[in-house]
């Protein structure tokens, strides 16, 4: 029997194997390194609207352009610095701005433009590459290549989600907490039996199966359908508490030997009544990211830097159902202890129709694989050649902004 373990993931339906459909299906990824700092990868999925969330309210054409998506001081939102306000769904992470923990960078994207497809933006923001299919696996990944000494505790890849992110040669590890792995005895035996000569993987499937059998109280849905079913799975909103499970296992990762975990939140695609939709993904976002601040605890917060980027933004006009469509420029999010916070960076394009991208969208004028970039180069001590050349293939890097202490 000729099976591979990647075709032995792939038929594990047809083995009994399934994992729960909890719309958490999103694995953490984590990989050891050999430095002190943390850094956490965010993917929102769905096409977060930068316009909502970091206000522009300063700027003399948002107002007339977001007229039931008011934002502003006037409409609730937290002023950050005279001309930005927050969104009141992110007020939970006041402190951290007022502590200098917390910043933006606004107007910034990929090189991805015009097609607007979710799965496409989102593999080449993963990929981190200026157009798709240039280079293999992910931009985290790619990192670890040029790291002596990096290595991950496991190396196993079990779930419904592609993390590409960190996809690539170099040796990471990958659990979904809250989703569990459950196999018939048949399964659980054909599985051991075809691993057993690697003790890698075979080590790694024990561990997934325990956790699994301890974790029994985060609950499982219902199982999952076609390949279709699932991708659509990915832009709704996760329920329950899971978001915070998923920070809180990273947390635990991070306080040990594992200095990189990347994981994504979806529910950001806010075509419609996006008040209510972009409100309670905000406070998912908030929830994980003080999860980690708390579960890491006061020194392992004080060397980790959160970034939570988005495959693309949203139009600047709402449309006619209280939502935004899929747009073009966004923003990036920074949070820890290791950040120089308190700024909203990025050089503004403005609003007035003459301003816009394809005049509809917020211009991009920054590529977003710079400050990321910018940020592996002062976490890990990667050099700004390897990093242009390697890990984010032909990109320029520019001038340094300064993101972390």
């Given at each position: 029997?000729?099976?591979?373990?990647?075709?032995?993931l792939?038929?594990?339906?047809?083995?009994?194997?399934s994992?729960?459909?909890?719309?958490?299906?999103?694995?953490?990824?984590l990989a050891?390194?050999?430095?002190?700092?943390?850094l956490v990868v965010?993917?929102l999925?769905?096409?977060?609207?930068?316009?909502d969330?970091?206000?522009?309210?300063?700027?003399?054409d948002?107002?007339?352009?977001?007229?039931s998506?008011?934002?502003?001081?006037?409409?609730?939102?937290a002023?950050?610095d005279?001309?930005y306000?927050l969104?009141?769904?992110?007020?939970?992470?006041?402190?951290?701005w007022?502590?200098?923990?917390?910043?933006f960078?606004?107007a910034?994207?990929?090189?991805?433009?015009?097609?607007?497809?979710?799965?496409?933006?989102?593999?080449l923001?993963?990929?981190?590459?200026?157009?798709?299919?240039?280079?293999?696996g992910?931009w985290?990944?790619?990192?670890?290549?040029?790291?002596?000494?990096?290595?991950?505790?496991?190396?196993?890849?079990i779930?419904?989600?592609r993390?590409?992110?960190?996809?690539?040669?170099?040796?990471?590890?990958?659990?979904?907490?809250g989703?569990?792995l459950?196999?018939?005895?048949?399964?659980?035996?054909?599985a051991?039996?075809?691993?057993e000569e690697?003790?890698?993987?075979?080590?790694?499937l024990?561990?997934?199966?325990?956790?699994?059998?301890?974790?029994?109280?985060?609950?499982?849905?219902?199982?999952?359908?076609?390949?279709?079913?699932?991708?659509?799975?990915?832009?709704k909103?996760?329920?329950?508490?899971?978001?915070a499970?998923?920070a809180?296992?990273?947390?635990?990762?991070?306080?040990?030997?594992?200095?990189?975990?990347?994981?994504?939140?979806?529910?950001?695609?806010?075509h419609?009544q996006?008040?209510n939709?972009?409100?309670?993904?905000l406070?998912?976002?908030?929830?994980?990211?003080?999860?980690?601040?708390?579960?890491?605890?006061p020194?392992a917060?004080?060397k980790?830097?959160v970034?939570?980027?988005?495959?693309f933004?949203?139009?600047?006009?709402?449309n006619?159902?209280?939502?935004?469509d899929?747009?073009?420029?966004g923003?990036?999010l920074?949070?820890?202890?290791?950040?120089?916070g308190?700024?909203?960076l990025?050089?503004?394009?403005?609003?007035?129709?003459?301003?816009l991208?394809?005049?509809?969208?917020?211009?991009?004028?920054?590529?977003?694989?710079?400050?990321?970039a910018?940020?592996l180069?002062?976490?890990?001590?990667?050099?700004?050649?390897?990093?242009?050349?390697?890990?984010?293939?032909?990109?320029?890097?520019?001038?340094?902004?300064?993101?972390?202490?």
């Open positions: 029997m000729n099976l591979t373990r990647r075709s032995l792939t038929r594990s339906a047809a083995l009994g194997c994992l729960a459909a909890s719309p958490l299906l999103t694995p953490v990824t050891a390194a050999p430095w002190e700092t943390r965010i993917i999925r769905g096409g977060m609207d930068a316009l969330v970091v206000q522009p309210y300063g700027d003399p948002y107002a007339g352009l977001r007229q998506l008011a934002g502003g001081p006037d409409a609730g939102a002023d950050l005279g001309f306000a969104h009141p769904g992110l007020a939970p992470l006041l402190p951290l007022r502590a200098g923990q917390l910043g960078v606004q910034v994207s990929t090189p991805y433009r015009d097609r607007r497809s979710h799965f496409d933006g989102q593999d923001l993963e990929a981190g590459t200026a157009g798709l299919g240039q280079a293999e992910g985290l990944n790619r990192l670890l290549q040029l790291i002596p000494g990096a290595e991950a505790r496991t190396a196993f890849a779930g419904q989600e993390m590409l992110l960190m996809e690539g040669d170099a040796p990471v590890s990958q659990w979904a907490p989703a569990g459950v196999m018939s005895p048949q399964a659980e035996r054909l051991g039996l075809l691993m690697d003790p890698l993987f075979h080590a790694a024990n561990e997934a199966l325990e956790l699994t059998r301890q974790d029994l109280s985060l609950g499982a849905g219902g199982g999952g359908s076609d390949a279709e079913d699932m991708m659509m799975s990915m832009m909103a996760p329920k329950g508490k899971a978001h499970e998923v809180a296992y990273a947390a635990q990762q991070l306080r040990g030997g594992t200095r990189i975990a990347a994981f994504s939140i979806n529910g950001w695609d806010t419609q996006q008040a939709g972009l409100k309670n993904a406070g998912r976002l908030a929830e994980t990211i003080l999860t980690l601040q708390s579960g890491l605890g020194e917060w004080g980790t830097a970034a939570a980027v988005t495959e933004g949203r139009t600047v006009r709402e006619g159902t209280g939502g935004t899929h747009g073009t420029g923003a990036l920074l949070a820890g202890g290791a950040i120089r308190s700024r909203v990025g050089r503004w394009p403005g609003l007035s129709e003459a301003d991208y394809d005049r509809r969208d917020l211009m991009p004028t920054e590529d977003v694989r710079s400050p990321l910018w940020l180069h002062g976490l890990t001590g990667a050099g700004r050649s390897r990093l242009e050349a390697d890990v984010f293939p032909g990109l320029d890097m520019g001038s340094n902004p300064g993101l972390l202490l």
